[in-house]
Nanobody, 119 residues
């Protein structure tokens, strides 16, 4: 089992910045990929960013150039720096960790943290 604790969400004005954190504990040997997905009301969950244990990254198109994902393997923590936030970034952001770059049934999920961007 892996436990994930997210922090850093909140309310920010358009153009502002937020930093999300997700700390993993437990059976962390199963962690290769760490990342973030988000879900806005009435929409499907979508990829924000994912990072491998080696530091390779992939971003969803809506956030490219504005968001940066990073991880501290010593702390088993993944971060998401979100800059130039837009109202359309408003969503619940979920931390995901697992063995694959894509979502699988073997993944672990955080509880979600709300990000609200006001115009």
């Amino acid at each position: 089992q892996v436990q994930l604790v997210e922090s850093g969400g909140g309310l920010v004005q358009a153009g502002g910045s937020l930093r999300l954190s997700c700390a993993a504990s437990g059976s962390i040997f199963s962690i290769n990929f760490m990342g973030w997905l988000r879900q806005a009301p009435g929409k499907q969950r979508e990829l924000v960013a994912v990072i491998s244990s080696g530091g390779g990254t992939m971003y969803g198109n809506p956030v490219k150039g504005r968001f940066t994902i990073s991880r501290d393997n010593a702390k088993n923590t993944v971060y998401l720096q979100m800059n130039s936030l837009k109202p359309e970034d408003t969503a619940v952001y979920y931390c995901r960790v697992g063995p694959s770059i894509v979502v699988t049934s073997r993944d672990y999920w955080g509880q979600g943290t709300q990000v609200t961007v006001s115009s």
